[in-house]
């Protein structure tokens, strides 16, 4: 597996630096956010995040008025396990620096497989917030060195809630929660899971 930094020019396929919004008084409030010592936390919508003025402002300039939801993933992780993606891009940003193991959705085959061996790994530092387009894979966050992370998730309002409805037959089958498709490894995901990674659960260290 490939590492890169979020400025190096192999992101723009998958990403971008996000500069019109300050995202700083977020991550502020982000560091107040439980980290548990073991595995990961998610909470998709957060009260306190959400009333911060610059959630308005995301909302406004960067999700064009479509309402949003303001959330976090929060622990300890070095494993890939699985991959996802969206119809919409998503906002990340960390009190610490953090990694990204970010695919391609073009990859994935018709029978709704892909190879870990096509990631690449991408490093985001402290405070610096990154627009993952709807076209790349993604799954949680991963650290270094026994430091956890907790990292800002900013999605359409809705996202990764769960569904009303059955969903069963190609890319339908991998629809796991509201606008989220997941792609698990065998080595990462509960039983039950849709499975779709093929070769090694990569780890970040």
């Not at 990694?99 to 892909?114: A, V």
């Not at 530092?125 to 990292?151: D, M, R, S």
């Amino acid at each position: 597996m490939k590492f890169y930094e979020v400025t190096d020019p192999e992101f723009r396929d998958y990403g971008r630096i996000m500069t019109e919004v300050d995202v700083a008084p977020m991550i502020e409030a982000l560091k107040k956010t439980p980290c548990p010592e073991d595995g990961t936390i998610y909470v998709a919508g957060d009260p306190e995040l959400e009333k911060l003025p610059v959630a308005a402002e995301i909302q406004s300039k960067l999700y064009g008025e479509l309402p949003i939801e303001v959330g976090y993933c929060n622990g300890h992780n070095t494993k890939l396990n699985a991959l996802e993606y969206h119809r919409s891009s998503e906002i990340n940003a960390g009190t610490g620096d953090f990694y990204l193991i970010l695919g391609r959705q073009q990859d994935i085959t018709k029978d709704f497989t892909y190879d870990t061996a096509k990631c690449v790994a991408f490093h985001v530092p402290a405070g610096v917030a990154v627009e993952v387009y709807a076209t790349t894979l993604h799954y949680a966050p991963c650290n270094k060195g026994g430091k956890g992370f907790q990292v800002l998730v900013v999605l359409p309002k809705g996202t990764n809630t769960d569904l009303k409805d059955g969903h069963k037959d190609g890319e339908d089958g991998h629809l796991t929660a509201v606008n989220k498709w997941l792609l698990g490894h065998p080595e990462g995901v509960d039983a039950g899971s849709p499975l779709g990674l093929t070769g090694e659960n990569l780890s970040i260290e």
